[in-house]
């Protein structure tokens, strides 16, 4: 799909314009499909949008491709505060959204979202984070961020509650950024790997607390963070370990303690 050249065929739509008022907006896509080009095509799109004033909203918004699905239960924004609202949840089939981005061809389990993102920019808030990958992956998390413009200093959070995912699907995203990643034999004897984490502060003073466990044992992390640049190239990490009945055999031995890593 190239944007800067875009050809569309059997091109179909049903629209509903009382108004385009900017002040009072009334428009209704009832239904409208296309093909283009590139082997894309858009199966179906629904949407309702409304305005009163300076405030911008969506009563209804879903696109609707062969095998994949976007829908945006609630979508607002206001021009004179900046506040906005998304709620929503996906589908996407990688094969059809390889035709975006062509190394997502290394997936093969259908992505699976819903969301709920909210706030008054620059403050942004990921309230709710559900995502699963087929049966390989699974994560229900949250996020926030108090100035995304200052994003150096500003005051952040991220709250992984849970979080499981196969040596399978680490390679195969792996291999979306490098097409020659070869799996750790470490990774042969684990089945599944879980998580939780809690992340708050800022970038140059972040504290992380994460635990991981495999069928091999536990670990537990706790992080001082603190990133010296924002090129992402200078940083400083300081961190406790402590492990928990985890075996390594046959690759280092098995070993347990608690360390200090700087």
Same mark, same amino acid.
């Given at each position: 799909?190239?944007?800067?050249?875009?050809?569309?065929?059997?091109?179909?739509?049903?629209?509903?314009?009382?108004?385009?008022?900017?002040?009072?907006?009334?428009?209704?896509?009832?239904?409208?499909?296309?093909?283009?080009?590139?082997?894309?095509?858009?199966?179906?799109?629904?949407?309702?949008?409304?305005?009163?004033?300076?405030?911008?909203?969506?009563?209804?918004?879903?696109?609707?491709?062969?095998?994949?699905?976007?829908?945006? #239960?609630?979508?607002?924004?206001?021009?004179?505060?900046?506040?906005?609202?998304?709620?929503?949840?996906?589908?996407?089939?990688?094969?059809?959204?390889?035709?975006?981005?062509?190394?997502?061809?290394?997936?093969?389990?259908?992505?699976?979202?819903?969301?709920?993102?909210?706030?008054?920019?620059?403050?942004?808030?990921?309230?709710?984070?559900?995502?699963?990958?087929?049966?390989?992956?699974?994560?229900?998390?949250?996020?926030?961020?108090?100035?995304?413009?200052?994003?150096?200093?500003?005051?952040?959070?991220?709250?992984?509650?849970?979080?499981?995912?196969?040596?399978?699907?680490? !390679?195969?995203?792996?291999?979306?950024? #490098? !097409?020659?990643?070869?799996?750790?034999?470490?990774?042969?004897?684990?089945?599944?790997?879980?998580?939780?984490?809690?992340?708050?502060?800022?970038?140059? #003073?972040?504290?992380?607390?994460?635990?991981?466990?495999?069928?091999?044992?536990?670990?537990?992390?706790?992080? #001082?963070?603190?990133?010296?640049?924002?090129?992402?190239?200078?940083?400083?990490?300081?961190?406790?370990?402590?492990?928990?009945?985890?075996?390594?055999?046959?690759?280092?031995?098995?070993?347990?303690?608690?360390?200090?890593?700087?």
């Amino acid at each position: 799909f190239n944007p800067y050249h875009i050809s569309v065929s059997n091109f179909t739509s049903h629209l509903k314009l009382p108004s385009l008022d900017v002040a009072d907006l009334q428009a209704e896509i009832l239904s409208l499909s296309l093909q283009e080009n590139s082997g894309l095509s858009v199966k179906n799109i629904e949407a309702v949008f409304r305005s009163k004033d300076t405030k911008f909203w969506s009563e209804k918004l879903k696109i609707e491709l062969p095998y994949s699905e976007l829908q945006a #239960d609630s979508l607002e924004y206001n021009l004179l505060n900046s506040r906005f609202l998304l709620k929503g949840n996906f589908l996407l089939v990688p094969s059809e959204m390889a035709l975006f981005m062509a190394e997502l061809n290394k997936l093969n389990d259908t992505i699976k979202a819903q969301t709920r993102i909210s706030g008054k920019l620059p403050a942004i808030y990921l309230d709710t984070l559900l995502l699963t990958y087929g049966d390989k992956m699974a994560l229900d998390g949250s996020a926030y961020i108090d100035d995304y413009e200052k994003y150096d200093k500003s005051k952040l959070g991220l709250n992984i509650g849970k979080f499981k995912i196969t040596p399978e699907a680490i !390679s195969q995203f792996a291999r979306i950024g #490098d !097409s020659t990643f070869v799996m750790p034999e470490i990774l042969s004897v684990v089945d599944v790997i879980r998580l939780n984490a809690l992340a708050t502060g800022s970038l140059d #003073d972040l504290k992380l607390q994460a635990e991981a466990w495999t069928n091999q044992g536990a670990v537990q992390l706790v992080y #001082d963070i603190s990133v010296k640049d924002t090129t992402f190239q200078n940083f400083d990490v300081t961190a406790d370990l402590s492990t928990q009945n985890f075996n390594l055999t046959p690759f280092v031995g098995t070993e347990t303690g608690l360390g200090r890593v700087s």
